[in-house]
């Protein structure tokens, strides 16, 4: 596997592979890769010829008092991650390399609807930044097709839209999040987590859970089976930034009515955000 650090070097190495006739397939990540970052690897591997990671941890996409500065970075164990998972190229630049001209005047890709709500109301602009750095990514690389992990379920919605309604010829896959044993959600931001704090987290999957199954069951008052459920998150020592039933499509509240559902939470443990989702469709087969 190659690492390349600037658009000149990345734009060769994948025109090189195109004119071999190689469908390209495409992984963005921010580093400090888990398994479920393997898991997007090896599908993408399934799936096309050269598989290209990017590892950026994206200013833009972060907001002030935010975790950016201790976000970790581990890029000699994600090489290695990358070529085990069957990896082709990895673009890692640097903030100047892909903010040549600074941040402030940088052209911004929005999508808005989407973006508004759930993690756009707690964290002003992040969609904005990931919207951004996505679309450069795919101008740079243009893939036949992007994979991104399902746990950033509305992150996946707003990458869908923009590729629609840019008119950008890519295909978006969305892959099912991995979990711990315990349920807890894979993430770079459960190493900051205590070993008392990480006890507690798969309190999170277990609304998700609890929420899915008293709907499979029957229960159609929403804001009351919401808000039990955020007392227990509090009762287990977490603070819970949101916790909503929406419809999984548009991420428009959830009625009564509708089947193909989205429960989606942000739960804070100390100053760690862990966020988490569960699709759950009435109509689809048991
Ligand atoms: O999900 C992430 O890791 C990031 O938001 C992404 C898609 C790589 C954009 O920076």
């Known amino acids: ?56 941890v994206n200013p833009l996409q972060f907001g002030a008092g ?10 000699a164990a994600d090489q290695e991650k990358l070529l085990q998972a069957g990896c082709h190229l990895l673009f890692a630049p640097t903030v100047e390399e892909m903010y040549p001209d600074g941040m402030a005047g940088q052209t911004r890709v929005s999508v808005p609807q989407l973006s508004e709500g759930l993690c756009g109301a707690s964290r002003p602009g992040h969609f ?44 978006i896959i969305g892959e099912p999040t991995v979990r711990a044993a315990d349920g807890l959600a894979l993430s770079s931001r459960n190493g900051f987590l205590s070993e008392e704090q990480r006890a507690i987290a798969p309190e999170v999957y277990r609304t998700l859970t609890h929420i899915a199954a008293a709907i499979k069951q029957g229960e159609r008052d929403y804001p009351t089976l919401i808000n039990e459920q955020i007392k227990q998150l509090e009762a287990a020592g977490l603070r819970a930034d949101y916790l909503e039933i929406r419809h999984a499509l548009t991420l428009r509240p959830a009625t009564a009515e509708d089947r193909d559902l989205v429960i989606l939470v942000a739960a804070f443990l100390g100053t760690t955000r862990l966020i988490d989702n569960l699709h759950l469709n009435l109509d689809a087969p048991a």
């Not at 390209?24 to 393997?38: D, E, K, Q, R, Y």
């Open 66 to 75: 935010e975790d950016l500065d201790k976000y970790p970075r581990t890029l």
């Open 1 to 56: 596997m190659n690492t390349v650090k600037t658009v000149r070097e990345l734009r060769a190495a994948v025109a090189r592979a195109r004119s071999e006739g190689k469908r390209i397939g495409f992984v963005p990540t921010m580093g400090n890769l888990h398994s479920g970052h393997v898991a997007l690897i090896t599908k993408a591997t399934q799936r096309v010829d050269f598989v290209v990671a990017s590892i950026f």
């Open 128 to 171: 904005e930044g990931v919207a951004t750095v996505v679309s450069k990514l795919f101008n740079m690389i243009q893939p036949d097709l992007a994979i991104f992990g399902q746990k950033d379920f509305q992150q996946l919605a707003v990458i869908r839209a923009l590729v629609h309604d840019l008119n950008m010829p890519i295909q």
